[in-house]
């Protein structure tokens, strides 16, 4: 919902970036792949209870995913760079729930269960929808230019990084934003597949 707006603010500074970070040499996979390293140690740190360096690190691991499409529009985009781009955010999806289940199972386990469950039936109406729109030759920029089918929803990336932030800031409020996630993560799932079956059936 709020990815559209996030963009428009914040293109410019990542394009200035991108350009000093192509002028040296730097390679899109090279920034995903940093994306991730950096998305798997904030969520050792939540693990671990601190909270803050996970905060700093889903921060820089968030520049760093708007950074590589960034540079990739710079140097030439590739169909393996934006393939690696959505499996590698998957796993920093996963992980960062993982971290405060792990940290704290009593608490944390049921909620961060039921969030991953959520995670994982909205990025697979995502995909599915991706695939029979590229089926069907429908185009989208809604979301700029992407390497597949975006389809727009109540719970985007915008949405889920202000959620990762109040996680780490509010610890111990995980159960109530894990749920309350969960529930506008399916209410996306089910308005797609809403607007697969108008578009598709």
């Known amino acids: ?7 428009r603010k914040i293109d410019p500074g ?44 889903i921060l820089a691991s968030r520049l760093c ?31 960062v729930p993982l971290g405060f289940i792990i940290a704290d199972p ?24 991706a695939v029979m729109a590229e089926k069907h030759r429908l185009k989208s920029r809604a979301r700029g230019e992407k390497s597949l089918f975006f389809t727009t929803g109540l719970a985007e990336a ?12 509010f610890p111990q409020w995980f159960a109530i934003f894990a749920y309350a996630f969960a529930l506008i993560t399916l209410y996306t799932t089910v308005s797609r597949i809403v607007l697969a079956a108008g578009r598709f059936g």
Do not use: P
């Open 14 to 57: 990542l394009s200035a970036m991108a350009t000093q970070l192509a002028a040296a040499g730097v390679r899109a996979n090279s920034i995903t792949y940093a994306g991730l390293v950096l998305g798997l140690a904030a969520a050792a740190a939540i693990a671990f209870g601190a909270y803050w360096a996970g905060l700093a690190l």
């Open 158 to 169: 915008s949405e889920t990084l202000a959620v990762f932030v109040a996680m780490c800031l």
């Open 106 to 129: 009593e608490a944390n386990a049921i909620a961060g269960g039921v969030l991953l469950l959520a995670f994982y039936v909205n990025g697979a109406s995502f995909l599915a929808y």
């Open 65 to 95: 995913d708007g950074l590589d499409g960034a540079v990739a529009r710079i140097n030439g985009k590739t169909d393996f760079g934006g393939y690696l781009d959505i499996v590698l955010d998957f796993a920093f999806y996963g992980a």
């Open 1 to 7: 919902m709020l990815d559209g707006w996030a963009h």
